[in-house]
């Protein structure tokens, strides 16, 4: 009996042990969540709200007095030349703004369906999508594969805010969004909507889509022609029907369906619609002066409004990805920019010129005047494009997209061609130059080597000079030299003076050293390469934008905020353009024949796709950089034609009238420039004074990318290993003393700290495991030792007889060498003879014998 009390006891005790633990616990918990509640509302007083309400304000500054049935008295969008005359008009009687009763029911129901199912409930946000859109962000580590954003807040975007995607424009956006539903009806905003977004082909508007599609009126739409526009709307560039019909079939019917789902139609209603093909009509409205001139200007007034409002342009790309991802960002704020200077309302000043505008149109014609062909649009078969620049101001004078004024088509800035070997002097030799790797004097062999590219000609000329090399534009040197110098070295220039196209097959692709892009690349980028060399390797960002005006805002976008990039050193750029001088200068430059008149310095360089495809001639002087095309809009080959044939004729003969009344001008030497031999070649010729320093620098520099990226191979190895027998410990030592000893030798100290840290932390492992293997190991090492000793003992007695024998021979061939001396006595007698004659028989008889080396 006591002893069952005595156990009560205890047991009592400790249930009040736990009791007290437990309260303990539940105390420590309620007192964390009081102090993160009253932190968090510390910090909501003290950092958010504020905040809140400075976004509030810029909500309520937004919509302050404004109202947007206002774009429908919006005047047309003016482009003025250099003169400030005016060129033409944007969506002049094209825009019309249907009142909602004017927009098809198909239209609403096939936007509510596929963008905003609960566009008719909400009050401007609709937080179960957004919360979806932000897990499904989350969930694809920052890319965006679902949109959370309403109708209404899709109307905000169109009408008040950048494209800029940033927590703060989100917030505002949501807020104005949430005041619109105040302001306007459901039906309103909708009306908004449809009048406000684009739909490629320059359809602003569901109007302006409507006529050009269907040629009907808005309010006719069916319902597989609205689903169509619905899925326009959301990508324009990606789906609309003229180029990408596939695509834009795919997206209609994806619309169909979400109307079926919804309810909007019946089954049979669905499956009768995705029966149908898309049946476009191309119906230009009138009014839309967007000839070359104009076309591009708009192009270039839509980059510069992207790039006021700080868009990240980016021209190099390491994963497919990473290319999509940013092409997503770039369509819709192109397009958003795009559709608001369409909409009217703005001033483009431009640095085009008429005079030079015609000079070039003219000179691109006559010089294709024999090419009638036309193909099945009607437009002619051999095309050509060209864009002019002037050097002492930066910006584009003229830009010619085909032949004649008929074709809105403007290849010169929407084009992507191969651009054969006038690419070379931008991305191989300037490169080489001003990395200090190889100068003007380097000798480099031509020869046909496996896996290499072909000479144009099928002649191969051995040790050439580099400036040899580009005059006769040899493609096996060109591709040596990007070889030696790192492809990505070499397209990191052309990144710099803003190349587009480059993809990421690019990146490790020789056959870009000659041309071979997997896109090609465009007539405006080249002209603002070679540019780039005519003005000492300073690139200008300009296009042919000097001001755009807003009628409601003053300027917003002029030439203050624009940069320069020294993208070449002024000594690379002199002698660079002193080696293409060549090109039309010397007997054997592809561009012989092509100087200009009144003796005008000029460099340039040819190009030739294989098989004549794309012919190119791309030339500067001080004053005018002009890069010229020539081949069809589907690429056939020409026999016979060259960059200088075609190409060439035009850049010269349109060069020529342009220089008629301008003194000769030629580059001056910088400084840094002389004139010394190679110390190679021993060829004299001009050289940058650092560019033996900077070679050496450039040298290291990739010595140690590639160790880099050697310790990134074995650290990787490393990590994976495991030590499973005794071998692999042994394995493992030696990558690791490999590494060790690789990091020693790196300077990028951020580098050797992270690798050194995981390779440490992999030894550790290894270590323990080592540790239980002790003994074996000692006695393996014991064993190798012993078999190393065993190996060299065996090793130095092989040498000792190797010696022993190699002396006895060296005694042998003297032996023999002085009886041939004597043998060769001219007064001996009869007896003397005998003895050497006796003498070498015996020796001969003992040829192969032990005692033939005794």
């Known amino acids: 009996m006591g002893r069952e009390i005595r156990e009560g006891e205890r047991g009592h005790k400790r249930g009040k042990k736990k009791s007290s633990a437990f309260r303990f616990i539940r105390r420590l918990f309620l007192g964390s969540v009081l102090f993160l509640f009253v932190l968090s509302v510390l910090g909501y007083v003290i950092f958010i709200r504020p905040e809140v309400n400075r976004l509030r304000g810029i909500a309520y500054d937004k919509l302050a007095g404004s109202n947007l049935k206002d774009l429908t008295k919006r005047a047309d969008t003016v482009v003025f030349d250099t003169d400030g005359q005016q060129l033409g008009t944007i969506n002049a009687g094209h825009f019309v703004y249907d009142k909602i009763e004017d927009i098809s029911p198909n239209l609403q129901n096939a936007y509510i369906a596929q963008e905003d199912r609960n566009f008719k409930t909400h009050h401007g946000v609709d937080y179960k999508a957004t919360l979806r859109a932000v897990f499904q962000l989350v969930k694809n580590r920052g890319r965006i594969t679902q949109g959370g954003s309403t109708i209404t807040q899709q109307v905000v975007k169109n009408t008040y805010l950048s494209q800029e995607k940033t927590f703060t424009r989100k917030i505002v956006e949501i807020m104005l ?23 490629g082909n320059n359809c602003y508007g569901v109007e302006a889509a409507s006529q050009y599609y269907f040629e009907k009126p808005a309010k006719d739409l069916t319902v597989e022609e609205a689903a169509m526009l619905a899925g326009i709307s959301n990508a324009p560039s990606r789906y609309e029907p003229v ?30 619609a995705i029966g149908k093909p898309l049946q476009i009509s191309q119906n230009v409205q009138k009014g839309t002066d967007e000839d070359y001139m104009n076309s591009y200007a708009l192009y270039a007034a839509t980059i510069r409004m992207m790039e006021v409002n700080k868009f990240p342009f980016t021209y190099h790309f390491e994963t497919q990805a990473d290319k999509e991802a940013y092409q997503d960002q770039y369509e819709e704020q192109y397009n ?59 910006y584009v004078v003229a830009t ?75 493609n096996t040197v060109a591709w040596q030299i990007l070889d030696g110098i790192g492809i990505q070295n070499g397209l990191d220039y052309l990144e710099k003076m803003h190349f587009s196209g480059i993809s990421v097959k690019d990146n490790d692709a020789l056959a870009v050293s000659i041309g071979g892009f997997t896109n090609g690349l465009r007539v405006v980028d080249m002209a603002k390469g070679y540019s780039t ?14 001001k755009i005006e807003s009628d409601k805002d003053g300027v917003v976008a002029d030439e203050k905020t624009i940069q320069n990039t020294q993208v070449f050193r002024e000594d690379t750029a002199f002698i660079m353009t002193d080696i293409l001088k060549g090109t039309m200068n010397t007997e054997y430059g592809t561009g012989r024949g092509l100087q200009l008149k009144n003796k005008m310095p000029a460099a340039g360089k040819t190009g030739t796709s294989n098989g004549s495809k794309d012919t190119w001639f791309c030339g500067y002087t001080k004053y005018y950089s002009a890069a010229i095309w020539v081949g069809h809009d589907m690429p ?33 030497v910088p400084d840094t420039v002389v004139k010394e031999a190679d ?61 060790r000893d690789s990091l ?111």
């Open 177 to 199: 969004a949430q005041e619109l539903e105040k302001m306007y009806s459901k039906a309103d905003i909708m009306e908004i909507y449809c009048n406000t977004n684009f739909y």
């Open 243 to 272: 180029r990408h019909p596939d695509l834009a079939l795919k997206k209609r019917n994806q619309v169909l369906k979400s109307m079926e789902t919804v309810g909007y139609i019946t089954e049979a209603e669905y499956e009768e």
């Open 336 to 394: 958003f920019y795009n559709r608001e200077l369409r909409a009217g309302g703005y001033k483009i000043y431009t640095s085009l010129d008429p005079k030079i505008q015609n000079i070039l149109q003219e000179t691109l014609d006559k010089g294709l005047s024999k090419f009638q062909e036309v193909q099945e649009n009607g437009k002619l078969s051999m095309q050509g494009a060209g864009v002019i620049i002037d050097n002492k101001t930066g």
């Open 400 to 474: 010619v997209g085909g032949r004649g004024t008929e074709d809105k088509y403007n290849r010169a800035y929407l084009s992507y061609r191969q651009p054969g070997s006038a690419i070379k002097p931008l991305l191989d030799y300037a490169p080489a130059l001003d990395l200090g790797e190889y100068n003007a004097a380097s000798v480099i062999d031509d020869h046909k080597f496996e896996d290499g590219p072909s000479n144009s000609d099928g002649h191969y000329y051995g040790a050439v000079t580099m400036r040899e090399a580009a005059n006769r534009s040899l």
């Open 533 to 546: 060399l005519a003005n000492g390797g300073v690139y200008s960002n300009k296009t042919c934008i000097i």
């Open 636 to 668: 056939v080959e020409m026999p016979g034609i060259y960059g200088a044939t075609y190409a060439g004729k035009i850049w010269k003969n349109t060069m020529d009238i342009l220089h008629e009344d301008l003194e000769p001008e030629d580059w001056e």
């Open 679 to 739: 110390e190679k070649s021993g060829i004299t010729d001009y050289v940058s004074k650092t560019a033996k320093q900077r070679g050496e620098e450039n040298r290291k520099k990739k010595a140690e990318k590639e160790t880099k990226a050697q310790i990134e191979k074995d650290i990787k190895t490393y990590e994976a290993m495991k030590i499973q027998k005794l071998e692999d410990v042994f394995t493992a030592r030696t990558l690791f003393g490999k590494i």
């Open 744 to 854: 020693n030798d790196i300077t990028d100290e951020k580098f050797k700290k992270e690798y050194q840290e995981r390779l440490f932390t992999k030894q550790k492992e290894f270590l323990v495991i080592e540790d239980k293997w002790k003994d074996e190991i000692d006695a393996y090492i014991a064993k190798k030792e012993e078999e190393s000793r065993v190996q060299e003992s065996i090793a130095e007695s092989k040498a000792k007889e190797a010696e022993e024998k190699a002396q006895k021979n060296a005694k042998r061939e003297s032996f023999l060498s002085a009886l041939t001396g004597l043998q060769s006595l001219e007064y001996r007698d009869g007896d003397t003879e005998a003895l050497i004659n006796d003498a070498i028989e015996r020796l001969q008889e003992l040829n192969g014998s032990e005692d033939y080396y005794s």
